[in-house]
Each structure stands twice: as structure tokens, then as C-alpha cells.
């Protein structure tokens, strides 16, 4: 009598605790599959910088990576393994990888089929070209914290070895976004001669970002400053932060100033700025990977209607404006311009068939604005040619002329070849590498 209770009492819990959760994680696994196939159909299935790359044969299947991700729908388990759903979408927060239990997570750069091209780097942050070193966006790592963090760690290492001959520096910073900042501050705090450098203003990329723009991060510890606890925070909201943490701390930054060039001589390096020569044993780049904006190669690009970064919205009001690009830049740019107050009448451009890669909330405030008629979407299409007062699309074998005054380009930045050439950096092209 007493096995049949336990017997029933067994059954019943399975029934109230165990069946549903089955059912549920069946349910979302289709949901899963559903949206691997759509990414994949839409050519949505390349991360375009650093990713995860999961070992089948350590992962346990707990889940624990896929509630990590900070970016939302972008892991998601099927057969009981986690897959990125929406590989174009993963900006390399990391988060899925500390997450792991048994360790089944590798971060790696470029996949077998697209390469992503990376700057030589040591784990000292260090190029193969001594004394000059890399942190940041540059080095593929675009999150602040990792930002933050590789500044810091590389001026550790550099504030180990022997100090600069009089009349030189020990560190010159050539950025000041997060990375520069941060390896300026490590520089002060470690008492070394350091001089900081950046051709706009002071806070890196953030500042080319349209007004209100979210930025994902994570809490991260600035030298000489202190703990910052957010996980997001608006592109105001960053710069307020720079501007605060460089008052408290004195730091100063010697903005419009860019670097042309740097050679060695015996143990220092001779570095040329658009102000002058300075002799130092240690040069960082910070200068991010998107400080040359990636161009459409079409005519008509060169005229001054043409921009590649939208910072005071407020400034166009009743125009004609065409917005290129398929990402969370370009549709945060078309929505900021197409308010209705601005009065302006803006086309969005995109040689895709979707927006997969932009976030889920951008891609709603498109399709409402659209929806509105404050936006026009053109899919499936590529600018042929740029005239002062029209562009000419091309879709399939048909060109047609959209009046135009203003176009914004936003397709992404490259590497500054150019520059690494010169200073002999060594570019590596990443096959899904760690």
C-alpha cells in the first residue's frame, strides 16, 4: 500500500513539474529551430566580430550561456546544445563564455568562411613591433569594459620595465575613448610621463552616435576613479562620464591632434602628430577600428552633401534625406531624422532583403514609422550614382532618381591599414580563431 502512494505521489509530481517544463523547452526549441532557419535564409548567420564557438563534447547543455547573453535572442539551445540564432547580432560581450560551468565556451575571431582581419597582438597587448601596443576596438575588442580593461592591463605591463631617458615620454596615447582613457589614468597612477592625444574630443566613438543612442556595457572599474555599475547607459550619459572622470582625476587630453606616423630609433620611438615630433619608449594605439568609415566606392560620394556620422538630428528639418546601411547605426539614424517635427523626408537604403542585424527595437521603430508614412524603406536596392540634387538607385536591372539634399552613409568603418602598414603592425586574417 505504502509503494502505491509513493508510486502516485511520483506521478503526480512528474505531472505538475516535470511534464510542463519538457513541453516548454520542446516548445522553445522549434521556436529555436524557426529562427535559425529564417537568420540563416536572410544571410544572417556570419557574426561579424568576436563570437562564441561551443565544444559538443564538454558542453552540458545547462542553458546557463544562453541566459548570460545580455543581447537577448541570439543563443538558444537545440538538441540540447547552444547555437547562435542570430549570429550577426553577436557583438562579443563574452558573457555566455564566463557563464559556462564546464568551460565549453571559446571566444573566437572570423568564422571558415569570412575572415576578420586582426592586428598582431601579444598578451601583453603588445605588436610585433616593439614598444607600440594596441587595447580596444582596434585590437577587435569593442565593448567599453574590455575596453577599460585591455588600456589598464596594457600600461601595467609597461610600467614594469625601465623608465624613459630625460626629454622623453614613457607612454604616448594616441585615442581617447574608453581604452585611451583608461591607459592614460593607469600611466598617472603609476607616475609614468605619458601624453594623451585624440583628433576630435574626448569619449571615442560614442560621440558620432545619434542623440539618446543606448549603449549595452557592464560594470567596470576605472583607475584613479572608481567602480561604474551600469549594464546601459545613453550615449549622454557616457560622455558625462568621461568629462566627470577627467575633472576629479586632472587628466588632460590634447584633442584635435591626429597620428601620421612613428619609426624607431635605438630604444624609443620618434612619433610625427599633426602637432609635432615627440620622442617616447612607448606608443598605445587606442584609435578603434572605425575611424575611416567604410565608403560605397560610387560617384558622386565626394560631394559635401555626403556624411558618414549624424550628431545633432536637430539640425535638419524639411529635407530630402537618404540613409544608407542595414545596421543599429543606420536605422537609429533614418528614425532620428524622420520624426515628425523635423518635417523631413527620409529613405532608408538597404542591398539586403531585411534588417536582421539590427536589434529587435530598432527594426519595430522602422517598421511604425513606415507604417506612418514618415519613413520610406527601400530593401533589395544599392546607390548607383550621387548628384547634387538626386540619387540614382539600382535595383535588379531598373534605376530610378530620388530627389535628394543630404545622404548619410552607414555601413560600418575598416581598419586603418594604411597606418599599421606604415608603422609595420602586422594584420592577421582570423579563421574562426581564438
Same mark, same amino acid.
Given at each position: 500500500m505504502d509503494n502505491v502512494i +509513493?508510486?502516485?505521489?511520483?506521478?503526480?509530481?512528474?505531472?505538475?513539474?516535470?511534464?510542463?517544463?519538457?513541453?516548454?523547452?520542446?516548445?522553445?526549441?522549434?521556436?529555436?529551430r524557426e529562427r535559425l532557419a529564417h537568420n540563416q535564409a536572410a544571410g544572417l548567420d556570419e557574426p561579424p566580430t568576436l563570437h562564441p564557438v561551443v565544444d559538443p563534447g564538454v558542453c552540458l547543455g545547462?542553458?546557463?550561456?544562453?541566459?548570460?547573453?545580455?543581447?537577448?535572442?541570439?543563443?538558444?539551445?537545440?538538441?540540447?546544445?547552444?547555437?547562435l540564432l542570430n549570429a550577426s547580432r553577436c557583438v562579443g560581450h563574452g558573457q555566455c563564455a564566463a557563464a559556462c560551468p564546464v568551460s565549453a565556451i571559446s571566444l573566437v575571431f572570423g568564422t571558415a568562411r569570412r575572415g576578420v582581419d586582426i592586428p598582431h597582438v601579444q598578451g601583453t597587448f603588445e605588436t610585433n613591433v616593439p614598444? *607600440?601596443?594596441?587595447?580596444?576596438?582596434? $585590437?577587435? /575588442?569593442?565593448?567599453?569594459?574590455?575596453? *577599460?580593461? !585591455?588600456?589598464? !592591463?596594457?600600461?601595467?605591463?609597461?610600467?614594469?620595465?625601465?623608465?624613459? %631617458?630625460? $626629454?622623453?615620454? %614613457? &607612454?604616448?596615447?594616441?585615442?581617447?575613448?574608453?581604452?585611451? &582613457?583608461?591607459?592614460?589614468?593607469?600611466?598617472?597612477?603609476?607616475?609614468?610621463r605619458c601624453r594623451t592625444f585624440e583628433q576630435e574630443a574626448p569619449g571615442g566613438a560614442v560621440r558620432h552616435y545619434p542623440r539618446q543612442k543606448l549603449v549595452m556595457t557592464e560594470p /567596470?572599474?576605472?583607475?584613479?576613479?572608481?567602480?561604474?555599475?551600469?549594464r546601459q547607459a545613453s550615449k549622454e550619459q557616457l560622455l558625462a562620464l568621461w568629462d566627470e572622470v577627467m575633472e576629479r582625476t586632472g587628466?588632460? *587630453?590634447?584633442?584635435?591632434?591626429? &597620428?601620421?606616423?612613428?619609426?624607431?630609433?635605438?630604444?624609443?620611438?620618434?612619433? !610625427?602628430?599633426?602637432?609635432?615630433?615627440?620622442?617616447t619608449r612607448h606608443l598605445l594605439l587606442a584609435i578603434g577600428r572605425r575611424g575611416t568609415p567604410n565608403r560605397l566606392g560610387v560617384p558622386g560620394e565626394d560631394l559635401a552633401k555626403v556624411a558618414y556620422h549624424l550628431i545633432e538630428p536637430e539640425h535638419y528639418e524639411d529635407q530630402r534625406i537618404m540613409v544608407v546601411g542595414g545596421g543599429n547605426t543606420a536605422l537609429e539614424v533614418a528614425c532620428a531624422l524622420a520624426r515628425p517635427q523635423r518635417r523631413n523626408r527620409v529613405t532608408l537604403v538597404h542591398r539586403g532583403d531585411s534588417f536582421g542585424r539590427a536589434r529587435q527595437e530598432n527594426q519595430a521603430l522602422v517598421q511604425q514609422l513606415a507604417a506612418d508614412?514618415?519613413?520610406?524603406?527601400?530593401?533589395?536596392? !544599392?546607390?548607383?550614382?550621387?548628384?547634387?540634387?538626386?540619387?540614382?538607385?539600382?535595383? $535588379?536591372?531598373?534605376?530610378?532618381?530620388?530627389?535628394?539634399?543630404? *545622404?548619410?552613409?552607414? +555601413?560600418?568603418?575598416?581598419?586603418? +591599414?594604411?597606418?599599421?602598414?606604415? &608603422?609595420? +603592425?602586422?594584420?592577421?586574417?582570423?579563421?574562426?580563431?581564438?
Open positions: +509513493v508510486i502516485a505521489i511520483a506521478a503526480a509530481l512528474l505531472a505538475v513539474f516535470v511534464v510542463p517544463y519538457y513541453l516548454r523547452a520542446r516548445r522553445q526549441e522549434q521556436i529555436n545547462s542553458g546557463a550561456c544562453v541566459a548570460a547573453c545580455p543581447e537577448g535572442d541570439i543563443l538558444g539551445l537545440i538538441h540540447g546544445r547552444p547555437v614598444g *607600440v601596443f594596441i587595447a580596444g576596438e582596434l $585590437g577587435g /575588442m569593442g565593448l567599453i569594459r574590455n575596453a *577599460v580593461r !585591455q588600456g589598464r !592591463q596594457a600600461v601595467e605591463h609597461i610600467a614594469r620595465r625601465p623608465r624613459a %631617458d630625460e $626629454g622623453e615620454y %614613457d &607612454l604616448l596615447v594616441a585615442g581617447a575613448g574608453p581604452a585611451g &582613457l583608461a591607459a592614460s589614468l593607469t600611466a598617472r597612477q603609476h607616475g609614468l /567596470m572599474e576605472i583607475p584613479l576613479y572608481g567602480r561604474v555599475p551600469w587628466l588632460e *587630453v590634447c584633442t584635435g591632434e591626429r &597620428l601620421q606616423s612613428a619609426r624607431r630609433d635605438g630604444a624609443s620611438l620618434v612619433v !610625427q602628430t599633426t602637432a609635432g615630433e615627440f620622442r508614412g514618415q519613413l520610406t524603406v527601400r530593401l533589395g536596392c !544599392q546607390v548607383g550614382h550621387i548628384h547634387p540634387e538626386r540619387v540614382d538607385l539600382i535595383t $535588379g536591372t531598373a534605376t530610378d532618381a530620388v530627389p535628394n539634399e543630404q *545622404v548619410f552613409v552607414c +555601413v560600418g568603418g575598416s581598419l586603418p +591599414v594604411a597606418l599599421l602598414n606604415e &608603422l609595420g +603592425v602586422a594584420i592577421e586574417r582570423k579563421f574562426g580563431e581564438a
